[in-house]
């Protein structure tokens, strides 16, 4: 009964966590399987899968994009870039389609600058994870 509860208080609550690997080690790759594995455990009850946010500088993005496409079988992830000129033209509906949502830190400080959190979608998403790479 114990270790029953304990397991269920495990799976419910957000845990957090931090890779702190020296540089070249593979943190990228490690996420990359952690969201792959994540989103194979939701499959089973679509109402829990929301998409990883990643933040990282502007040079970073499409690097993060690329190390998707790479490292992840064809078609298991798929990854959007959330950042410039066109990344208002995406609706809640959008970036809830996608896996990963790759954005930048000038990005969201812009957008939180231009709306408040009550008005735009992207800080009312219940993300499953959110990913700091080389936090600002």
Known sequence: MVISTFESLLT?????????????LGKT?????????SKEQFISNPHLSTPTMIICPPHLITNWQS?????????????????GPTCHSLSK????????????????????KQTNTSTSFIFKINW??????EEQ
């Open 93 to 112: 509906a959008d970036i809830l389609g996608y896996d990963i949502i790759i954005t930048s830190y000038n990005t969201i400080t812009q957008e939180l």
């Open 12 to 24: 419910n609550t957000p845990l957090g966590g931090l890779l702190a690997d020296d540089m070249g």
């Open 128 to 133: 499953h994870r959110v990913i700091l790479d």
């Open 67 to 83: 190390e998707v496409s790479q490292h992840a079988q064809a078609g298991a992830l798929n990854a959007k870039i959330y950042h």
């Open 29 to 37: 790759i490690q996420a990359i399987a952690l969201i792959g594995t």
